[in-house]
């Protein structure tokens, strides 16, 4: 068997995988036309007459990409979701049910706010919140459920409607990793009442940071962008401020950048699904490695991430921590991902700071899971050419098989 690279074997891999973000002249010229204008915030005019708000343009493109009615621009995922929530009516010590498996910002975009998140563990062959657990987590204070897209895989938006709805509760989609996802044909985000984007450094579309919240309901769309605008009405006078509200609008530069992005982003959504098919069909059979459930009601998956996780018992006498460094040493970028929510003393911490009381949650599947069988792919290496997939297959197996000792 080859030697590993980690022991002083040839890497699989020497060549790159492409570097993100990927920019072209187009950003820079929209950028330019940006600075001429004069018009570089999310209020104000321009010097120069009929000149064209980039913001506006950005905003119903996105939106439109998704399938959304509205979209409303802020400057970034997290605060999105606070918004989101607090459009959506939710308010201090209302509980929020989401799943652990995600970044931190899902559970602290309401505890910003004195917003309880309640977490429910996920589908073990998914890593989305599973809709069987939630209805026994719903309680009187119970006012919203967040479904989180995680890697850009979609969670099940049928039964977390029906659920939301029978209890009259809001359902928002955290799709900060879902850009260009779709579930049955149609683009996540605005399935459930409300949902939410970002554009931070690392995500599919993006402009260093930035988010966008997507509704088809023009009175939450409304709430949103008040509460992005200090409080003010879109058709009311400038000085007149309705609700209290913060300043969370992005920069002309910002949607100068995303819409220049947005040119290739069809085209590398489309790259990184080939590429994902192409992986899946490589590693099918391996041996330690286990592919995530494909639901064939995710039409398309905007793939943040290709994720994939270690079976349980090779788990055990091969940590993933060790998996990771002997794949990234053969030339694979690779993470150890998220641990689940429910370990982080800060989240406690503050629900106790909150609430008063000790809430000790636990997710079994979501904290195995996160701690020892789940690894990802970084979304470059779905950007790269099929022969960066090949690479990809070739380490990976390399790396699983070097488990036996060698003969
Ligand atoms: C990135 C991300 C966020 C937060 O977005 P920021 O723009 O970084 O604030 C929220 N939720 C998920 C799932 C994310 O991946």
């Known amino acids: ?7 002083g074997g040839v890497p699989v891999r020497n060549k790159p995988y492409p570097n993100w973000p ?11 036309e940006v600075i001429d204008s004069g018009k570089w915030g999310g209020s104000g005019g321009s010097n120069l007459a009929g000149y ?7 905003e ?28 959506a009516g939710v308010k201090p010590f209302d509980e ?9 910002a899902t559970a602290t975009a309401p505890l910003m706010f004195g917003a309880i998140p309640v977490f429910v563990d996920i589908e073990e062959d998914t890593m989305l919140l599973d809709p069987e657990k939630v209805e026994g987590a719903i309680t009187p204070r119970t006012k919203a459920i967040i479904a989180v897209h995680i890697g850009g895989t979609v969670a099940d938006l049928d039964r977390l409607s029906a659920i939301a709805r029978k209890h009259g509760i809001a359902l928002i989609e955290d799709a900060a990793q ?5 579930w049955k044909g149609k683009g996540v985000g605005a399935i459930g009442d409300i949902g939410t984007f970002s554009f931070q450094s690392s995500k599919n579309l993006t402009a260093g940071e930035g988010g966008m919240i997507v509704t088809n309901d023009r009175t939450l769309a409304d709430k ?4 992005c605008n200090v409080g003010r009405s879109r058709d009311g ?26 040119e290739r982003l069809e085209e590398q959504v489309e790259r990184r699904n080939r590429n994902a098919v192409l992986l899946d069909q490589l590693l099918k059979d391996m041996e330690g490695v286990r592919l995530f459930k494909n639901d064939n009601r995710v039409t398309r998956n905007g793939f943040h991430l290709y994720m994939f996780y270690l079976e349980e018992e090779f788990a055990r006498s091969f940590p993933k921590s060790e998996f990771m460094k002997r794949l990234s040493a053969e030339g694979i970028p690779c993470a150890s991902g998220y641990s689940s929510l429910t370990n982080y003393d800060a989240i406690q911490k503050s629900i106790e700071e909150w609430t008063g009381e000790k809430r000790i949650q636990t997710c079994p599947v979501a904290e195995r899971m996160g701690d020892q069988q789940v690894l990802w792919i970084t979304q470059t290496v779905l950007l790269g050419d099929e022969e960066g997939i090949y690479d990809a297959a070739r380490a990976l197996k390399k790396v699983a098989q070097s488990h036996h000792p060698v003969m």
């Not at 064209?52 to 950005?58: D, G, I, R």
């Not at 879902?178 to 779709?182: E, H, L």
């Open 237 to 262: 006078a400038w000085y007149q401020h309705d609700t209290i509200g913060w300043n969370l609008r992005l920069t002309e530069f910002q949607a100068a950048v995303l819409l220049g992005q947005m």
């Open 22 to 32: 990927i920019s072209e002249e187009e950003e820079k010229r929209l950028l330019s």
């Open 224 to 227: 949103a962008w008040s509460l």
């Open 52 to 58: 064209e708000a980039k913001l506006p343009v950005f």
């Open 178 to 182: 879902a850009v260009g996802s779709q």
């Open 60 to 87: 119903n493109k996105f939106a439109s990409f998704q399938d959304a009615g509205y979209g409303v621009s802020v400057v970034n995922g997290t605060v999105a979701i606070t918004v989101a929530l607090q459009a």
């Open 96 to 104: 929020v049910i989401m799943p652990p498996y995600t970044f931190i």
């Open 1 to 7: 068997m080859d030697k590993l690279a980690i022991h």
